[in-house]
């Protein structure tokens, strides 16, 4: 049986007066039904622009999608309104992503009427239920974005993202404009959602703490590049690329007894506009060679673990899978 959505070689490139920038280069994945993908990595890598490519929000430069086993790489119009109820994203800004306009039932019943299969009756019912699932008091149909806090503006946000049912929710940093504590009632929300509904996700953020408690596999992106995938608790447990090592030395350690061991990366970062062919990491890892000048190829170190990095048997002592 295929992968519910299986990625292949993905490349989203822009024109720039300087050349052309690689926002996403070479990227291939897959995830399966009801299960999470965690993207991670540092303002400007591509994470964003990776999901709403896989969605078609933009369309990519190169390689290819399958959703199911179809290939939904370059659909036509109709194939892409059936494409868009099966897929679906949660935007990062709950007030920027809502219609000041649209009420509260306005917004979530939206997608139901561009949709054109339900009653208005129907779509009340619908809306009604969708509120009740995300934890929206029916008292709040007749609000207006601008009236509510931000934890109930993402309600609205996961509300409208549900409505078509999809199988598929890329979620775009959607608890980093919030509170702590609202930021742990989206959470749960969403692994409850996952858990009835048997929903995948692409949880694009950069707060390590979210991904490791929320995903099932976490693919750490650099200026466009995937450099390490590995399911969640070998990553966080064993991280063998020197930037996946950076990133995690700078989760906080809530222990006065234990001491941050901070890897503090030096050097400019490499620009994306017409990258040269090595490691882009490069300029900034403490370990760099001339050979990382060269190509980089993913290679398998255990069973899942993927690293792209030709010193990382040499600095890890470990040996990729052949």
Do not use: W
């Amino acid at each position: 049986m295929p992968a519910l959505l299986e990625v292949k070689n993905l490349k989203k490139y822009f024109k720039n007066p300087a050349g052309m920038l690689h926002a996403v280069d070479d990227i291939t994945f897959t995830l399966d039904d009801g299960k999470t993908l965690g993207v991670v990595g540092e303002s400007g890598c591509g994470k964003t622009t990776l999901g709403r490519t896989i969605i078609h929000l933009i369309e990519a430069t190169s390689g290819k999608v399958f959703f199911e086993g179809r290939d939904i790489t370059n659909p036509k119009k109709k194939e892409l309104k059936a494409i868009r109820e099966e897929m679906q994203i949660i935007f990062q800004d709950p007030y920027s992503s809502l219609n000041p306009r649209k009420s509260v039932s306005e917004a979530i019943m939206e997608p139901l009427i561009i949709q054109g299969k339900l009653s208005k009756a129907d779509m009340l019912r619908e809306m009604r239920a969708i509120m009740d699932t995300v934890g929206l008091a029916e008292r709040f149909e007749n609000s207006y974005p601008h009236e509510l806090d931000g934890g109930r503006r993402q309600r609205i946000g996961i509300a409208r993202a549900l409505a078509l049912k999809p199988k598929f929710i890329v979620c775009d940093e959607p608890v980093s404009a919030l509170d702590v504590s609202i930021q742990a009632q989206i959470i749960n929300l969403m692994l409850d959602l996952q858990e009835e509904r048997g929903l995948a996700y692409m949880f694009v953020t950069h707060d390590l703490s979210v991904v490791k408690y929320i995903s099932d596999d976490v693919m750490v992106m650099y200026l466009g590049n995937m450099v390490e995938k590995a399911a969640s608790d070998e990553l966080f447990a064993n991280p063998l690329h020197p930037y996946t090592k950076a990133l995690l030395s700078a989760i906080p350690v809530p222990d006065i007894h234990v001491s941050d061991e901070r890897i503090i990366m030096q050097g400019e970062i490499t620009s994306p506009i017409n990258p040269k062919p090595g490691c882009r990491f490069m300029a900034r890892c403490q370990y760099a060679t001339e050979s990382c000048g060269s190509p980089q190829k993913l290679e398998e170190y255990s069973p899942g673990h993927f690293v792209s990095c030709c010193r990382c048997g040499e600095i890890n002592g470990a040996k990729a899978i052949i």
